[in-house]
C-alpha cells in the first residue's frame, strides 16, 4: 500500500486485501453499504469514530487509514507540516462540523490516536457516536460542547475530559467562533 493513497483507497485495499465484501464490512460495522461505498470512492472522509468500527471491522488499528506507511519508533510533525483531514473533501470540509490533524502519522504500532481538532457550529443536528475505546480531550482554544450519557459539559481552554468512548457523545463548539482541542483515541483490544 502506497502512503499517499486516499483514505478510502486504502480502506478499499485493506478490504479486499482480506478478501471482504461490502456486506461483510456492513455486517460488521452496521454501517450501510451505500455509506461504505462512498468512503471507498473518496466521496466522504469518515468521522473519527467511524474509523475506529472500520479498523476493527479490518482487524487494524485505525491509524492505518490516516498515517504513513513509515515504520518508524517515533514521529514529529512540525507545525507547517501537519496534513489535514476533514469529514467531508473539498467544498464540503467543514459541513458536518469538524476537521482534524493527525499528529503522529509515522509512529508504528501506536496504541493512541492523537488528533488535533478543529470544531465548526454548522448549524446541524449531529447524530451521537459511539465506538470501542476511549478518548482524552483537551481544550486549547474556544469553547467545546459534549453532550454524553445524556449529559452537557462545556470546557473551555486549559479544560479537559476523559470518557469511554462506547457511551454515545456528540462535540460540537460552544458559543462564537471555532475551537480547537486536542482529542486523544484509545482503543485497548488493538
Known sequence: MQEDLPMGQRIRDLRLEKGLSMLDIARRTGLDQAYLHEIEQGRVNPPLGILVKLGKALDMKMGAFISSKSDKAYSVVRKGQRRAMSRYPDTRQTSYGYSYHSLAPDKANRAMEPVMVTLTDQGMD???????????????EGEMELTIGGKVEVLGPGDSIYYDSTEPHVLKPHGKGPTTILAVLYDAEK
Open 126 to 140: 449531529v447524530e451521537p457516536s459511539s465506538h470501542e475505546g476511549q478518548e482524552f480531550v483537551f481544550v486549547l
